[in-house]
């Protein structure tokens, strides 16, 4: 499976942003997508994964309420949808693929099997 990000970009704090993520080579049927991230200095953190399958969802605490993860089955692509957004949310954004999840795993970086190259959001205060 070939991810393929989209959709950072510069955004003043407060503001919206929404991130895709598109696969090429099969669908994401049977797969967990997840959304990690990961700022200057830090370490890669998870943001929000959904199962392709059904609407199980998990989202960070430090977005919840702010971001909202979504899937287009039609197009084979999952959303990032990222609203009220703060300075500490810049990072180059990453989606990834995880074969067959459970709940437990979703935010477990080394269980998702495909990485796509990541897209940069900067957050301006």
């Known amino acids: 499976v070939q991810l393929q990000a989209s959709g950072g970009g510069l955004v003043q704090a407060g503001g919206s942003l929404r991130l895709s993520c598109a696969a090429s080579?099969?669908?994401?049927?049977?797969?967990?997508v997840g959304w990690f991230r990961q700022a200057p200095g830090k370490e890669r953190e998870f943001v929000a994964a959904?199962?392709?399958?059904?609407?199980?969802?998990k989202h960070a605490d430090s977005v919840k309420g702010r971001f909202a993860i979504s899937k287009d089955r039609a197009k084979n692509t999952v959303f990032l949808q990222m609203n009220n957004v703060r300075p500490e949310d810049t990072a180059v954004y990453y989606c990834?693929?995880?074969?067959?999840?459970?709940?437990?795993?979703?935010?477990?970086?080394?269980?998702?099997?495909?990485w796509g190259q990541g897209t940069l959001v900067t957050v301006s205060s």
């Open positions: 990834a693929a995880g074969w067959s999840l459970i709940h437990g795993r979703f935010g477990d970086a080394p269980a998702y099997n495909y």
């Open positions: 080579g099969r669908t994401f049927s049977g797969y967990t």
């Open positions: 959904a199962r392709w399958a059904d609407a199980s969802t």
